[in-house]
């Protein structure tokens, strides 16, 4: 269990730019949620997926926003046209598919991005 | 709006003394619960879940859930300074997959 990696761990762009972020969850674990993280606030949710599906989005996620996970394995997440009020700590966790509904999220490490 | 409410602090605690974090939540479907600590600058970091009324232990750490109150506490016993971290709160309702996540309480244990 190496636990979920993300990647890249800072990124830096310029107001306007496109964004790219990787994560890779815990081997076996079916489930992928992504988070954003801002100073002094909890997590907010973004998006999560079973396997490959998509199964729910938050209203926090605008158009400029996409997440794909092609194969069920590793899971992107893309900004577009950044804007400042998108400079945030991003999170990813998994959870295994388990028949309990309590299966506890597991974070990785995120990708702090900053828009200069 | 589902909200999960927690004091920010900071709660200063001197080392070995008890530190009692609470939480409250709106959502009265709400399943599970969940303790996480994250550091300063890191990841949240999964310390105690919690799913029945009622308390539940785990070395230093007791998590107790009270639902008819809609209230969830984090008891860390024999503080120690390396507990100094922000302690998150976070409910997950019997409708959908997110967690939702208080702001968090600053805990700062002092030698």
């Known amino acids: 269990d190496t636990g979920v990696s993300q990647n890249p761990r800072h990124k830096i762009t310029k107001r306007g730019q496109n964004v790219t972020f990787r994560c890779d969850p815990i081997?076996?674990?079916?489930?992928l949620y992504w988070y954003r993280q801002t100073l002094g606030q909890g997590p907010e949710f973004l998006t999560y997926?079973?396997?490959?599906?998509?199964?729910?989005k938050s209203r926090l996620l605008s158009d400029r926003f996409s997440a794909e996970r092609p194969k069920g394995s590793f899971s992107t997440l893309e900004i577009q046209r950044t804007e400042q009020g998108d400079s945030a700590m991003y999170l990813c966790?998994?959870?295994?598919?388990?028949?309990?509904?309590?299966?506890?999220?597991?974070f990785g490490d995120g990708t702090r991005l900053s828009i200069l | 709006q589902k909200e999960v409410e927690q004091n920010s602090g900071p709660l200063s605690v001197p080392e070995g003394a008890i530190a009692s974090l609470n939480c409250t939540y709106s959502?009265?479907?709400?399943?599970?619960f969940f303790w996480y600590r994250q550091y300063s600058g890191k990841s949240p970091e999964l310390i105690m879940s919690?799913?029945?009324?009622g308390d539940k232990e785990d070395g230093r750490f007791t998590a107790q859930l009270n639902k008819a109150s809609q209230y969830v506490s984090l008891l860390i016993r024999d503080s120690q300074p390396s507990d100094s971290a922000t302690y998150l709160c976070?409910?997950?309702?019997?409708?959908?997959?997110?967690?939702?996540f208080g702001k968090g309480t600053s805990l700062l244990v002092t030698p």
């Open positions: 081997s076996e674990h079916n489930r």
């Open positions: 997926f079973q396997n490959e599906a998509q199964l729910e």
């Open positions: 966790a998994s959870s295994p598919l388990g028949r309990s509904p309590y299966q506890p999220q597991h």
């Open positions: 919690i799913y029945s009324n």
């Open positions: 976070a409910v997950k309702s019997n409708s959908g997959y997110a967690l939702n």
């Open positions: 959502d009265r479907g709400s399943q599970s």
